[in-house]
Structure formats: C-alpha cells, structure tokens
C-alpha cells in the first residue's frame, strides 16, 4: 500500500487565471503549458490503517498547513473510507515562491496515491483529479507542450507536442526566496471579483490559445514568444488592477525583464514569463541558453539562476 511518483513543474505561456467554479475548483480560461525536465518533485505516499491520523512532511518537516489540502486529495483520488495515509515529499526546488511546486506536487501526489491504493485510474482521470487539487497541476500529469482546455464541466487536456519536438530550455532567474505574499487560489478569486479589466482577459483568452497553438504546431518561436509575453503582462495587469492590487514583481524582476529585452534587441531568440510570484522564467531556444544565463544572473539583485529543458510527465518512480 505504498507508491513513490515524480513529477516536475510546468510553466504556462499562457495562463489560466480565475476559477469558473471554485467547488470543482474548474479555471474560467484554458491554458498552454511546457512541463520542465530537472526541477522535480518526489512524492511517497503509504496507506496504513494502524496511523493515528494522515500526516505530511515536506522536505523533511512536518507540514500541518497543506494536510489538509492533500487529505482532500486522497479522498478524491482514493475514496473517503480509505485507510489514513503518511505522505512525505521532496522538491529540488524553492516551493512557493512562484515557482510552480503545487503543480508538481498534486501531479506526483494523485500519482502515487492512485497506485498505492490500486486504483489504475487513466491519465485522463488522474490529470481532472490533479487539477482539482491545484488548477495547474493538471498539466504536470504530461510531458512537453500540454493545452488544458474547459470542457463543459470539466477539463480536457491535449498534448500538443512532445518535449523531444522542440527542445526549448527554460533559465529560472530567483529574484526572492520565501513564500509568496498572497496564494493564487485567493489572489484570483480577488482579481475575479474586484479587476476592472477580468471580464476582458476572459473574453480575449481564446485568441492567445489559438496563437499559441498554432506557433506551437509550426514551431515558429519568435509567434510564440511575442503571445506568450503579451498573455503575462496581461494576466499582470489583472493582478494590478484588483482591489487591493496584487504586485508579484520587484525591482530585480524588471531588471531581468530589462535584460531580457536587451537580448532580445540583439536577436537572441528568448522570451519571459513571470508568475504569481517575482522569478523570471527566460524560455529560449538551445543555441542561446549560455548568454540568457550568464546575462539573468549578472541581472543586479538576481539571487541564483536555474537552467532545465523540457521534460516528461508524472510518473511512478521505484524508491526501494
Ligand atoms: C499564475 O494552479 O496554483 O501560475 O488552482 O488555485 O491551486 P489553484 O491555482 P494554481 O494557479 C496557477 C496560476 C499561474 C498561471 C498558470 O500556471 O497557468
């Protein structure tokens, strides 16, 4: 009764931000990701009837704050009269900074809880009952570039190309450590209620999937990467226009935007994407990784930099 599953963090280029039902918890608008390759996280989940209670430890310590969260998880991965479960996890990473750790973990999470407890849910199941947990986490369950698209009452996900396609790689300049001031589960549900401009960012979200999507198919960066900064900086202004604003940048944000543009000038196929949190990811192409890192990290204020490529989806890994 016991599993250990893998899965890395995925950054959307275009984002899902706001919820339509907060009790499925079902986005308002679908989403285009690429899953990462070397940032990870390790889930082991054992079911035992003889714990007094489900326990979780996050990078080795004790975590009560997201028990909760994750017992819920199992419940709907599992079933309600499931057996109590002690569940341990491992990022190599900083979590909640912005950096995508619920996605990996809610992915490696209905992962291993599905084959600790048997269930041989498909991916399909396994990617709704991820994405009900966290929204994102849905896209972790695959590999390469993945459309999470609003189905009705549900989710559908599509993989639209294999990492192996187009191995684009991903320069993750930390500007902050520590946990974020305000989580994206509350954070949009004030940007739905408050954001003047919400109704527009809805309305216009399926233009930028459509971009996106077809940059993707054609493999054409430079359509890609001016949609995806456009659906940042507009998801953003969301943010900043919500009463009370929410700013996830700081000033070491700019400096890396800054530097990312300046590369950009001098023809360097590279793009960014920012978060609810104030790291920069520089997606690029191959041939330019070694300049985006050397410049994000000479970026004044940049904390550390963290190069990876694409990589594959959630998955059963053996611990024994
Ligand atoms: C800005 O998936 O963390 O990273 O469903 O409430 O857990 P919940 O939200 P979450 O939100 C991610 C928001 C984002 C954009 C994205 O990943 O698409």
Redesign the pocket.
Known sequence: MRATARAQPNI?LI???GKRDTEQ?LPAVG?I?ITLADLFTTMRVEFDDSLPADSLVVNDRQNDAMLPRVSRCLDAVVGGDRSRAAVSSASNFPIAAGL?S??SAFAALVVAADAAAEKQHSREQLAGLAGMA????ARSIYGGFVELANDGDSIRLARLRPAAEWPLNVVVAITATGPKAVG??QA?ETSRETSPFYPRWVEQQQADLDAARAAISDKEFARLATVAEHNCLKMHSVMWASRPPMVYWNATTLECMDAVRQLQADGVPVFFTI??GPQLKAVCEPTAVDIVRERLAAAPGVEAVMVTGLGAGARLIDDD
């Open positions: 959307a984002k899902y931000w918890n989403s990701s995508a619920s996605a966290s929204g994102s986490a994206s589960t949009m978060d609810a």
